[in-house]
């Protein structure tokens, strides 16, 4: 018999954040938008792969503090290396050796980068690489992956999202889209904008398998046009390889960019890149400045001893096994599951074992979000919070098999929801995409360009 969780504490206080804070959180992903309406917990604290509400339910967790936990909530080596760091004093008005340090981990692990800059979030140095790509080709376009969801909180990539408000078109008109595995989609592009190009940025795999003999062609044309390549390893390093997707698969992108999971947490980002191009923005060259990387949190000491101690396990443990392990243990049930509740084609299972996501069509087998929420909803009363499907270091056999008997209960009403429509299994409204131009979509249809 499953244990209904309750929700009353988190509704009494949502009201408060959306009061306080823009959006009711300091990240759109996290929105109450994001989950069913009576089912939105607000986190008191979280250990391993577990996490607790302020109702006082505790979930198997999958969101992962939206993949940057790659390890587990308060891992305690790294609050321990963090801890040992903090006494040692933050931030000093002169770098402190352990930005050598960490510089040197970070580069010994990923061998296609020769320089590296780190900053606190992901998004300022997706930006700067585009800057000094910009910079170096003396170009102003930009190239990103359309079928990737988000490379940067900047206007060079919000500017080209449906909630661009309060961006300059003459900024959006800058970014131009490709398709992942679709060379063709890139030489239309280099076709369409001759010499304009600055440079290409992707994820080096998302949904579906990377196409080495795509990466390998976009290269070429890349240096035969003269633009960048910029992989964007915010999720994928420390996730596909220890070494980021670029060791696994052989690619040397000219920059790249790194975040997330690399602080188990912590708050941690780093560009890297060829030397050529990263020492633009250095101090003893002879050629006009790029004003690079620069902030004043960026090289915070205790993050850096956190990423330094990340590094260390996951070279010395079987981290990046545990995630394909498991990864393929939870798919493998999952589909055991879907095939059993005769859901083939209603409910998917796609990615990376370390990064899974599942995705949920209707009757007619189109993408649903009300059937989302209906997955969510069933998923949360039976104590599994589960946005998407990413794995930890943490989660054991046991959070697996605990989870996929969860997801079985669920898809039991899914089932039910199919033939008999989701609104009667629904309790509250549907979730949202975050990227929408306006908050209730269908009543401002009319209002929408
Ligand atoms: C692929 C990718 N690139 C860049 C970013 C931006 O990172 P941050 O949120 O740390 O600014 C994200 C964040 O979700 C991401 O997923």
């Known amino acids: 018999m499953v244990q209904r969780r309750q929700f009353h504490q988190s509704q009494t206080l949502q009201e408060k954040f959306n009061a306080l804070i823009p959006g009711g959180s300091h990240t759109y992903a996290k929105g109450d938008d994001q989950y069913p309406e009576y089912q939105a917990p607000y986190i008191s604290k979280g250990k391993g792969c577990r996490v607790w509400d302020v109702d006082g339910n505790e979930f198997i967790e ?92 900047n206007d060079w990539f919000i500017g080209a999202t449906k909630i661009n408000n309060g961006i300059p078109k003459a900024v959006s008109d800058l970014t131009l889209k490709f398709n992942f595995n679709d060379i063709k989609s890139v030489e239309a592009l280099f076709e369409n904008h001759p010499n304009q190009i600055a440079c290409f940025i992707m994820e080096p795999e998302k949904y579906e398998p990377l196409d080495l003999n795509f990466v390998k062609a976009l290269q070429d044309l890349c240096k035969k046009n003269g633009a960048l390549f910029i992989l964007d390893e915010m999720i994928t390093g420390f996730r596909w390889h220890t070494g980021g997707a670029q060791t696994l698969y052989n690619i040397q992108p000219d920059l790249s960019t790194f975040g997330k999971a690399m602080g188990n947490g912590f708050a941690i980002a780093a560009l890297a890149g060829k030397k050529e191009y990263m020492d633009l923005g250095g101090i003893y060259h002879d050629k006009e400045r790029v004003f690079l990387l620069s902030t004043t949190h960026g090289a915070e000491s205790h993050a850096l001893a956190a990423a330094m101690a990340v590094m260390k396990i996951y070279q010395e443990e079987n981290v990046i096994e545990h995630f394909h392990f498991q990864g393929e243990r939870l798919r493998n049930g999952l589909l055991k599951s879907i095939r059993e509740n005769q859901l083939v084609g209603h409910v998917g299972i796609h990615g990376h074992p370390s990064c899974l996501v599942f995705s949920t069509r209707d009757a007619d087998k189109n993408p649903s979000q009300p059937f989302r929420t209906l997955f969510m909803q069933e998923c949360l009363k039976q104590g599994l919070l589960a946005p998407n499907l990413v794995l930890s270091y943490s989660h054991s056999d046991k959070d697996i098999n605990q989870t996929v008997a969860i997801i079985n209960e669920t898809l039991k009403v899914y089932r039910k929801a199919i033939d008999e429509g989701v609104e009667r299994y629904l309790e509250g409204r549907s979730v949202q995409p975050v990227y929408r131009k306006w908050n209730h979509e269908d009543r401002n249809k009319d209002k929408q360009i």
């Open 62 to 153: 999958y969101g992962m503090g939206l993949r940057a936990v790659g390890l587990g909530h308060a891992f305690q080596p790294i609050i321990d290396a963090a801890h040992h760091q903090m006494l040692q004093g933050s931030n000093f008005c002169r770098p402190a050796m352990i930005e050598l340090q960490a510089a040197e981990a970070f580069l010994n692990l990923v061998p296609g980068a020769e320089m590296v800059k780190f900053a606190k979030n992901g998004s300022d140095c997706t930006t700067a690489a585009i800057k000094l790509a910009r910079a170096v080709t003396g170009k102003n376009k930009v190239a990103i992956c359309g079928d990737h969801p988000f490379f940067s909180v």
